[in-house]
Every structure is written in C-alpha cells, then in structure tokens.
C-alpha cells in the first residue's frame, strides 16, 4: 500500500498561517472521515494534534484546524510560533485490500 | 494519567526474531474499550503503522508487514507485545507503542497517547 502525499516541506514567518496537505484515494482520505494529524518534535513521540479530520484533542491550541475536501485533507495552523516548527504526519483508515491504516510521509515546517 | 512504556532488546540480529513488550499504566486494557498499537519509524524517515490490537486479541496488521509480525495481550500484566520475524537492516527504526485516541473506540481513528519509542538496530 503506497504512503498518504505530504510536501516534504513549508514555511512561514511567526504570525503567518500555512497548510499541509495530506492526499489520498477514494479508499483511504477521500472514502472516510478518519484523518489525523500529528506533530513530531526532534527526538520526541508524535502527538496528536487533530482526529477525525477536523476535531481538536484537548489542550491543543485553536491555531491547529483540520478540513477535507474530496481525497485531500489539510492541516492549517494560523498565527505561527517558533514552536511550531516540527515535522507534521497526517494519517487515515484506508479500505484497500484488507482494512489498514496509513501515514503520510511527513512535513517539515520551518519557522523563519 | 494514562501511560505507555516500551521495552525490549535495542539490538537483533538479521534473521532473528524482534521481541518489544508495551507496558500501560494508568488504565487498564481489559476494562477500557481502546485499541493498542505499535508504530514504528526507521531513523530519519516517516512513520509506518504495524497493527493494532483489543484486549480480546482481536488484530489489524499491516498488509505489508503481516506475515512476520504478531501482536499479543497479557490483560493480567497489562501489556501488549509485538514479535516481528526474519528480520533485516530495513526493520530498523523507533518502535512506538500507542493507544487508540480516546474519543473513539475504533481502531482506526489515531493514537493518543504515545510511548517514547523504543531504538531497535537490526546488525550482526
């Protein structure tokens, strides 16, 4: 099964917005509302920073939202901070041959 | 506060076997209704899921991946495990260990929270 599309990278300068978007198929992004998205700091675990594509866990800051739209879902963080700079990893249920989950390649947001 | 811990052998030998024990604390596996998976991420590059399993032993396994690994539940020690066989230098990676999100009790809507990873090197 192939990896979710990712841009390797963005930027942006603090107090911009950027998006990352995560592609798909009909059979994983575009079929299900089951994305998630999460952010990775150098040497840390991955957290959660958006389920079911739009929805915010809490304690996660209303600067991170979540969309869709047909088979490409996307991560928007408004009002950037230097702490966001971290990789980004969207993933998604996918129905292809038997039931399975996939993750994007990753994102590398750079703050400038 | 719910917690993941990760354990096993840091280093295997090609064509061996990959044992890694996940040990949760501050919840029980048989008495909530979350999924338990291993993610794993070979050194600088994205991550890749492996499976996922309920206290039940029911399983999900990476199509990919499937016919070497094996994911179990001892709900008596509140772990779960992942064996993956045959191994080889592409096997690799930071074994992550992690719970179904808690807003949802299915399998397949994210993971949250997360353990700290486990490095394995596959070298003889």
């Known amino acids: 099964q192939s990896a979710l599309t990712q841009p390797a990278s963005v930027s942006g300068s603090p107090g911009q917005s950027i998006t990352i978007s995560c592609t798909g198929t009909?059979?994983?992004?575009?079929?299900?509302?089951?994305v998630s998205w999460y952010q990775q700091h150098p040497g840390k675990a991955p957290k959660l920073m958006i389920y079911e594509v739009s929805n915010r866990p809490s304690g996660v800051s209303n600067r991170f939202s979540g969309s869709k739209s047909g088979n490409t879902a996307s991560l928007t963080i408004s009002g950037l901070q230097t702490e966001d700079e971290a990789d980004y990893y969207c993933n998604s249920y996918s129905s292809s041959s038997t039931p399975h989950v996939l993750f994007g390649g990753g994102t590398k947001l750079t703050v400038l | 506060q719910l917690q993941l811990q990760g354990s096993g052998p840091g280093l295997v030998k090609p064509s061996e076997t990959l044992s890694l024990t996940c040990t949760v604390s501050g919840d029980s596996i048989s008495s909530s209704s979350y999924y338990w998976g291993w993610i794993r991420q070979p050194p600088g590059k994205g991550l890749e899921w492996i499976g996922s399993?309920?206290?039940?032993?029911?399983?999900y396994y990476n199509p990919s991946l499937k016919s070497r690994v094996t994911i179990s539940v001892d709900t008596s020690k509140n772990q779960f495990s992942l064996n993956l066989s045959s191994v080889t230098a592409a096997d690799t990676a930071v074994y992550y260990c992690?719970?179904?999100?808690?807003?949802?009790?299915?399998?397949?809507?994210?993971?949250?929270?997360w353990g700290q990873g486990t490095l394995v090197t596959v070298s003889s």
């Open positions: 399993i309920y206290y039940t032993g029911s399983t």
């Open positions: 992690a719970r179904s999100q808690p807003y949802s009790s299915d399998w397949a809507k994210g993971f949250d929270p």
């Open positions: 009909s059979s994983d992004v575009g079929g299900y509302n089951y």
